[in-house]
């Protein structure tokens, strides 16, 4: 992608008249035949949960593909969960049926994301485990996928063969090899252009699309029921009150969306055969309320249709109470990108 004539977009935290932060962001969309258009500078960043989906994929190969799960674990295989109940179920469910104890998931404990789950396992004194990490869905079907092919039990070295497979099947699909870092659930994370995020997100939307064709390998067959079983089952995929869930309440059309660390975020627009990838330079999350809205609006006019009152743009202090907005600075139009 390269840097357009447009100044790079920002999203602004007003509270009380003042500015309290800028964030600036970039976005490329990948269409049918490789056209890219983008906004803001050229950037290469690490893909972090956004890859999520093609993880599984990797994983499903070792497992009899996509049609041996159903919809609800394929969505909470490429989740960032929240940890409440529903999620829980259904990673308890995997992990039974993949007969993987949870101490093979190497992925860490964490508080669920969903404040009133969180709340309601310290009132009944439970302990944190894997499960309630909210990767512990990639990471069963990581564990699972390891345990049927023999290999060894620790799937996060780089080296091991699951890793291999992956980073392998990435650079088909994002067109760019991948720098190698640590993710926060501690298996490799892929340093990757936007452009290519874009890339590889246009390879599911085309699936989607047109479902398995003649010679695909057998994880790209299966990023087809991946897509759809993200774009059906949004709830599964994040949870209460998160973006994900909320751009695709408003989608006026299909769409696969995945929300990653550090202001990333990534969607497949099947009906178009178009991939779009968006990252707020700083990392915030929050910056994403405006960022990604924006690029929509710019990279697929008409995708998404947002409300007059968009709560993830509003600020609120801990009682609840509107403080605050966040506003896209103006001038944001389309450019191309390289």
Request: aromatic share 6%; hydrophobic share 45%.
């Amino acid at each position: 992608m390269a840097r357009t004539d447009e100044p790079t977009p920002d999203a602004q935290e007003w509270r009380g008249g003042l500015i309290e932060g800028r964030h600036p962001w970039s976005a490329v969309r990948v269409a049918d035949a490789g056209e890219v258009r983008g906004l803001g500078e050229a950037l290469t960043t690490t893909w972090r949960s956004a890859a999520k989906p093609f993880q599984l994929a990797v994983s499903l190969a070792q497992l009899g593909g996509p049609r041996a799960f159903s919809p609800p674990e394929l969505a909470v295989g490429a989740a960032s969960h929240s940890a409440e109940p529903r999620h829980l179920a259904l990673v308890d469910a995997l992990m039974q049926r993949l007969s993987v104890p949870v101490e093979a998931l190497r992925c860490g404990a964490h508080a669920p994301i969903h404040e009133p789950s969180c709340h309601a396992l310290l009132r009944r004194g439970q302990v944190l485990d894997a499960r309630h990490n909210n990767c512990s869905g990639k990471h069963t079907f990581m564990a699972g996928a390891t345990a049927a092919a023999g290999w060894p039990g620790d799937y996060r070295p780089a080296d091991h063969p699951l890793q291999r497979a992956m980073i392998a099947a990435v650079t088909r699909w994002a067109g760019e090899v991948p720098t190698l870092a640590v993710d926060g659930c501690g298996v490799p994370t892929f340093g990757l252009s936007l452009t290519a995020m874009a890339r590889a997100w246009q390879v599911m939307a085309t699936r989607m699309a047109t479902g398995p064709q003649a010679g695909d390998d057998p994880a790209t067959a299966s990023l087809s029921r991946i897509g759809w079983a993200m774009a059906d089952r949004g709830d599964l995929v994040s949870g209460t009150g998160r973006l994900d869930a909320a751009v695709l309440a408003y989608a006026t059309e299909p769409m696969a969306v995945k929300i990653g660390a550090r202001g990333v975020f990534c969607i497949a627009l099947p009906r178009r055969r178009a991939g779009l990838a968006v990252k707020v330079h700083s990392g915030s999350m929050e910056a994403l309320s405006v960022a990604v809205p924006a690029a929509l609006d710019a990279l697929a006019p008409g995708a998404f249709l947002r409300p007059g009152r968009w709560e993830p743009g509003v600020v609120r202090n801990v009682v609840g109470a509107v403080v605050g907005r966040w506003r896209l600075a103006t001038g944001v139009s389309a450019g191309p990108g390289g």
